[in-house]
Structure formats: C-alpha cells, structure tokens
C-alpha cells in the first residue's frame, strides 16, 4: 500500500524545522515524505500581505497532491502547521495525525514575536542544535510583522472548535521548556480530542523547537512505531 506523509512547518519558519524527523522516517520507509514550504516563508521570509487563508490554500493544496499519488495520508504539524494539520483533518481523509509543539493555545501576537526572537538568540548562542542552521532564525524574525502574528491568531481561532471532532489516531509530543506553546497545551489537546487511539510524549528537555530535542532519537522511533500500527 502506497503512503504519503505530509509533513508541515512553524510560522516564520519553514520545512528546516521538521526535517530531522522527515529523514528519519524516509531513512526507515519507503514512503513519500513531503515538506511543503508555506507562502512567505522559506528562505526567503517575505510575510507582508500574506494573509492566514494563503497557508491553508497552500496546505489543502499540497495534501491533495499528495493524496492523487498514494493511497492514505499520514499528516505531521509542527506549531502553527500542527494547527493546519488539524484543519486538514477535519476536512479530508487522514490516516493518521502527528502534533509537534502544537500551537493550539496561543499568546499575544507581540509576546510571540518576543518569544521566537528569544529562541533566535538561544540559537546564535549555541544552545540548540545545528547552530549554523539555526543561525537564520536571526534575520528572519526581524523580519516578521505583527500584522503576520495575527494572521497566525486567526487560524488558532478558526480551528480550535475542530479538536473536538478529530476521531483519527493521533500522536502528540510537546517540549516541556517551550517558550513559545505552553505544554499544557498537549494535555489539553489529549483530553480534548475524542478518538480512543491517542498517545501523548512529553520532552522533560525539549525546546519550541522540538525535533531538534536532545531526546529526539527516542520519540522520533516512537512516532514511527504508531504510523507504522
């Protein structure tokens, strides 16, 4: 049977951030792994008149191809694409769901801003893996205007009435030292979904950034166990 994982990014952010897990599962498979970028984001971060309504054109999009190739569709978010991942559940046919840092409960668009500039200075500091790579968080996040942050908001709050009718396996990990996502906002997420497969990994080290977790290695295994049940 032919599998499919899309697998979606953060905002400000782009497929870098969930590409360790995105090599390790097709390291471990033969499934076809896609990391869309959303619009504006990437490499060349450019926010300005983007509206919320783009990425999940972007998302919808980027499933549907994938879906015309194989025949079940695992979906993987992280943060703001955790959020897109529920959307998308709850209007296609999904398999499985896989929730990284979701950022179903949110913070103020001007304390977010200040919290993803914080982790880009943890970043140039060295105190997150892959400092070269992560060294572009940087430039990016002086970049990002509130007026993006808001958009992010308005997807927050056009999703979260879904959590209660997603009834497909989901696995959900959360790092308890993330700035950005509170991490009981995993537990909240667990209680509130109604599917009786459900898994919930706490990272007692992980960061916003959580697949670059000190103990990624471990959990990385263990999402890959539950896609492959």
């Not at 308005?154 to 308890?176: A, C, D, H, L, N």
């Not at 030292?177 to 209680?191: E, F």
Request: net charge neutral; hydrophobic share 40%.
């Amino acid at each position: 049977m032919a599998i499919g994982v899309l697998m979606l990014h953060g905002f400000s952010g782009g497929p870098y951030e969930i590409e360790p897990l995105a090599k390790y599962i097709r390291d471990h498979t033969d499934w076809i792994v896609e990391t869309p970028t959303f619009c504006g984001h990437g490499e060349n971060l450019s926010l300005k008149g983007i509206s919320g309504e783009h990425w999940l054109h972007d998302a919808e999009l980027a499933y549907k191809k994938l879906a015309e190739k194989v025949e079940q569709v695992y979906v993987i978010g992280f943060s703001m694409g955790g959020v897109i991942a529920l959307y998308l559940a709850n209007r296609y046919p999904v398999e499985k769901l896989v929730l990284l840092s979701a950022a179903v409960k949110y913070i103020a668009p001007k304390q977010l801003l200040i919290e993803l500039q914080r982790m880009a200075k943890e970043a140039v500091e060295g105190q997150l893996k892959n400092n070269e790579l992560f060294k572009q968080y940087e430039y990016k996040l002086r970049n990002v205007p509130v007026s993006a942050a808001i958009q992010f908001m308005r997807i927050v709050r056009q999703v979260e009435p879904y959590v209660g009718s997603i009834r497909i396996p989901t696995f959900i990990v959360q790092g308890k030292c993330d700035g950005i996502v509170p991490y009981t906002t995993a537990q909240y997420l667990y209680d509130k979904l109604p599917t009786t497969e459900k898994y919930l990994y706490f990272s007692a080290c992980g960061r916003h950034l959580i697949c670059y977790s000190d103990d990624c290695d471990s959990w990385f295994s263990d999402v890959l166990q539950f896609l492959k049940m």
